[in-house]
């Protein structure tokens, strides 16, 4: 069956492949080169449907889920290596989906909406997008090149280019079109989430050492992590894939603390506290949206915490099935090293498509790296005379970041001059990763010279993660935010002074009609305002009878979304309110007619 299904799949793909460009040609981005088929998703046909893949895909997980052993799997003709159609299908969708969240897909809109709406959905999200991002864990795990995988990917996305170690002058020359230059930074950030959940997402049966419910389990949990959720919206992100009410019940039970209403609000579900570590960011059901208001969220969960919880890092992950051990070996591929070290020089040199996206997925996928590393040296114990021991799919993560320099720094010594000198959302990540990485390189030559880690260790984790810094790391980083805090004001008081320019042109172009109804609208209006709260939790009601009862706020802080600063707003802040009173007029460009409105 097996056999039937990859020559179907094979012809299926050929005929596709007809009618467009198959011949591979050598692309080399460092010192490696790979023959890859060019692609271009605005062009060449693309389909978000090949069930014969999928259906493959699914049952090389259950070969997989039952243990089935190489000597029996070796009969089939992807033994040594995958075709290349199994990873060509799944590369091109997800270029396409990548180009279409930048809005760079012109070719028809609405079509490709509804595919992807259908692709990402949660009823259908299992049997499309999953299974090409799992079909792509099989790839790579068949790939005698650790670095393969990296190079197509980078081809199918465009990022070749980027890809490339050059001058500031030379990147500037070459992504001088804005809109472009930030189109490729988005992208490349969908192109290291791709990696993200194809070294991470290991709770698909056959590809972890995970049961039936852990995959369910691990879903709930993500979900709890935006915020405490009903039953029926969990329900809702869920899908339903195969599973009544009884089993995702008991699940909650286990993970979750039932919160019961007192007033007609539907009651919740929380997270228990000793699960809030597995939050991951980067999950792979996540929308950008999502992954804000769940780190949004998880910021209030874990004030006043230790570092290694406030960082948000990247959760141990379960095991690999010994199938797909060999996708270990990526981490510490020449290939992604290259592309790690060129995001970090980026922000160091302030290069044009530089993002903190990147950054922030760069940093995670080291995080990622160093957890698996740490579990690998945490279990290891030297071998005997009789042992051998299979070194191709050891991870050497550290040893590669710290042999392979670029412009004289390393990846640990470029992520050390970055500290302090980025968001604090990514500052905190940043340094429990330099922390993690000293850990790991200590912890690896304690257990190669066979040292007792009892005392050692337990010093060592005390000194990567100290309860207080130094009196010199304070200064410094009161250095860094009022530098921070300056560049800020200053670009606060730019952009004000733009708005204040465009509302004066506003008024000069409406001149007449705002004479007209000034006198009506702005001599006895009272602009001021009271900020209340309901002074008893229940269903709020505005007017009537029935109001709700409420108290006056003395004060209440925002953050400015333009310089981050974290500003008190009442009624004599008449700054904040220069756009609404100057906004009384509105232009309408349907039909050419212009209108005026009063604002309310």
Not at 15 to 41: M, Q, W
Not at 111 to 138: E, G, N
Not at 151 to 164: E, G, P, R, S, Y
Not at 269 to 292: A, D, V
Request: aromatic share 10%; proline share 4%.
């Amino acid at each position: 069956l097996a056999t039937e299904l990859f020559l179907q799949t094979k012809f299926q793909v050929s005929l596709f492949h007809l009618r467009c460009n198959d011949t591979a040609i050598p692309y080399k981005i460092g010192d490696k080169v790979e023959e890859c088929i060019p692609y271009d998703s605005t062009k060449d046909p693309v389909s978000f449907h090949v069930p014969t893949l999928r259906m493959l895909c699914t049952l090389f997980t259950a070969m997989m889920e039952h243990n089935v052993s190489k000597q029996e799997w070796m009969v089939l003709p992807v033994s040594h290596s995958p075709p290349r159609e199994w990873y060509e299908y799944p590369l091109r969708i997800l270029s396409a989906v990548a180009q279409y969240n930048t809005g760079m897909w012109f070719r028809n809109h609405r079509p490709i909406a509804y595919s992807f709406q259908y692709y990402t959905h949660p009823v259908t999200r299992c049997s499309m997008f999953q299974k090409d991002v799992v079909m792509l864990q099989v790839s790579g795990s068949l790939m005698h090149s650790a670095d393969k995988l990296l190079i197509q990917a980078l081809v199918k996305f465009d990022l070749c280019n980027w890809a490339k170690l050059m001058s500031k002058e030379d990147e500037i020359a070459l992504f001088s079109n804005g809109p472009q230059r930030l189109q490729t930074a988005s992208v490349a950030e969908d192109y290291l989430q791709l990696f993200i959940m194809i070294l991470g997402e290991r709770w698909t049966r056959g590809v972890g050492e995970v049961k039936k419910g852990d995959a369910i389990r691990r879903l709930v949990v993500q979900v709890l992590c935006q915020r405490p959720a009903t039953f029926s919206a969990i329900d809702d992100f869920l899908g339903r894939d195969g599973f009544d009410d009884a089993f995702l019940e008991d699940i909650l039970s286990s993970v979750a603390n039932f919160q019961e209403s007192a007033s007609n609000r539907e009651s919740i579900f929380s997270l228990k506290n000793e699960l809030i570590p597995e939050y991951n960011k980067f999950n792979w059901f996540y929308t950008k949206k999502m992954s804000f208001d769940s780190y949004e969220y998880q910021q209030t969960l874990r004030a006043d915490q230790p570092l290694d919880l406030q960082a948000c890092p990247p959760p141990m992950a379960p095991k690999f099935k010994p199938a797909f051990a060999n996708l270990l070996r990526i981490y510490a591929s020449d290939t992604m090293i290259l592309i790690l070290q060129l995001i970090l020089r980026r922000k160091l040199l302030s290069f044009p498509l530089h993002s903190d996206g990147q950054l922030e997925r760069a940093i995670f996928l080291i995080g990622m790296a160093l957890n698996d590393e740490f579990r690998q040296w945490q279990e290891y114990h030297p071998p005997s005379a009789e042992e051998r021991v299979d070194s191709t799919i050891e991870i050497n993560f550290t040893d590669n970041a710290l042999s392979t320099t670029m412009d004289g720094l390393n990846l640990l010594q470029m992520m050390e001059k970055l500290v302090g000198d980025v968001i604090p959302s990514i500052d905190l990540l940043l340094k429990w990763t330099i922390a993690r990485f000293k850990v790991v390189d200590a912890l690896k030559k304690f257990k190669k010279e066979g040292k007792n880690l009892n005392e050692e260790y337990a010093f060592l984790i005390q000194e990567q993660y100290p309860d207080e810094s130094s009196p010199d790391e304070v200064t410094k980083e009161e250095e860094r935010r009022k530098q921070r805090h300056e560049n800020a004001m200053r670009h606060r008081q730019n952009a004000i002074l733009t708005m204040k320019n465009l509302s004066n042109q506003f008024l000069d172009k409406n001149q007449d009609a705002f004479v007209a109804h000034s006198k009506n609208l702005l001599e006895d209006e009272d602009v001021s305002f009271e900020l209340r709260k309901l002074s008893k939790e229940e269903f709020p009601v505005a007017i009537g009878p029935d109001q709700s009862e409420t108290n006056m706020l003395e004060s209440c802080t925002a953050q400015c979304v333009v310089c981050l600063e974290t500003t008190s707003l009442s009624d004599s802040n008449h700054g904040f309110f220069a756009i609404f009173t100057n906004g009384k007029l509105k232009t309408s460009t349907i039909g050419n007619i212009r209108c005026t409105c009063h604002l309310n």
